[in-house]
C-alpha cells in the first residue's frame, strides 16, 4: 500500500481497517451469520485489499491534491467502506446480509457519521466518489427488436451491481468467483459483461460440466492462446484474455474426494 497512498491518509486506512477486520472477522466467525462458501480470514482481508489497491490507486492523484479535492478523507473512507463490504460482506448468505449490514454499519459509523441508512449491499460508487444506490445508476432499457432474443440482457440493479464488480476486479487482473444459485442470471450478466468489454481484453468461454477432465481444461486453454515459444501460450499480442469457466463446481468427484479440473485450475 505504501507506493499508493502516504501519510495522513496511509495510517487512518491501517488503523480503521484493522480495526474493522478485528470486530468484524469475530462477527463472521462467531454469530449465527454463514457463508456461502467456507473462507479463511486470510482470503477475506486480501479480497478486501485488492479493491482498496484498486480504487486508491485511481484517486491517487486527486488524494494528493487539496484544490481539485477538497475532502480527501472521505473519498478514503467511502473506498474503504465499500471494499468491506464486497469482501467480508460478499460471501454471506442472503437472508443475513441485513444483521452483516447492522454491525458493519455501526463500525463504520465511528469513523464516518455520514455513512447513510439503507442496504449497506445496495450501495455502489458514483462518479464523484459518493456512495450511491445502484437504482440510481440504472441505464435505460432499450428494446432492440433485431437482437437475438436469448441475448438480450433487461439492466437491473443486479445486472449493474456485477458488471461493477467485474469491470473492477477483473480489469485490475484479479481473478474472480461468482457465486449464485441456479437461474439468477450469473452466466448471462458475465457473458454480457465479456462481450461489451474493452478493447484489449480478449475471451474466451470454457463450460464445466460432470464429464469434463483435466484433458478437456488443458485442451481449451491451448485452444484459445497462441503459441509464443515452443513451451510459452499467451493471448494476441498487445491483448488481455479472460477465461470464464461456467458452471466450476459439476466436475466429478475423483477416489479422493477431488476434482481434478478444479485441482488444474487453482
Ligand atoms: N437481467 C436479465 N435479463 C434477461 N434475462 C435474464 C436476466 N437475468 C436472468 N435472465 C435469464 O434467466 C435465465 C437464467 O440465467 P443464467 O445466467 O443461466 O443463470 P445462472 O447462470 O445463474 O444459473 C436465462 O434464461 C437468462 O436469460
Ligand atoms: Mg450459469
Known sequence: MTDII???????????????MRKLLIVLRTTTIKEKVPSQDSNLI???????RIFLSRERIRLDNRDACPNPEKIV???????????????????QRTLFGEYFRNQMKLHMPEFPKGDVFDFGISKDHQLQSW??????????PK???FEILVPTTDTVKFKYLLATLMYNDCNVLMTGETGVGKSVIIKDF??????AIVSAFVNFSGKTSCRNL?????????????????????????????????????????????ELLR
Not at 437504482?135 to 432492440?144: A, I, M, N, R, V
Request: with cysteine.
Open 46 to 52: 486480501s479480497s478486501c485489499l485488492n479493491f482498496l
Open 135 to 144: 437504482s440510481e445508476q440504472l441505464p435505460k432499457f432499450e428494446f432492440d
Open 77 to 95: 473512507m467511502t473506498y474503504l467502506a465499500f471494499s468491506v463490504i464486497w469482501s467480508l460482506g460478499a460471501n454471506i448468505v442472503d437472508d
Open 218 to 262: 488443458q485442451d481449451a486453454f491451448e485452444g484459445n492462446l497462441e503459441a509464443k515459444r515452443k513451451t510459452l501460450l499467451g493471448p494476441p499480442a498487445g491483448k488481455k484474455m479472460i477465461f470464464f469457466v461456467d458452471d466450476v463446481n459439476m466436475p466429478q468427484l475423483e477416489k479422493y474426494g477431488a476434482q481434478p479440473p478444479c
Open 6 to 20: 502516504i501519510d495522513p491518509h496511509l495510517s487512518t486506512v491501517c488503523k480503521v481497517l484493522t480495526e474493522m
Open 194 to 199: 465479456l462481450m461489451k468489454s474493452e478493447e
Open 147 to 149: 437482437q437475438n432474443f
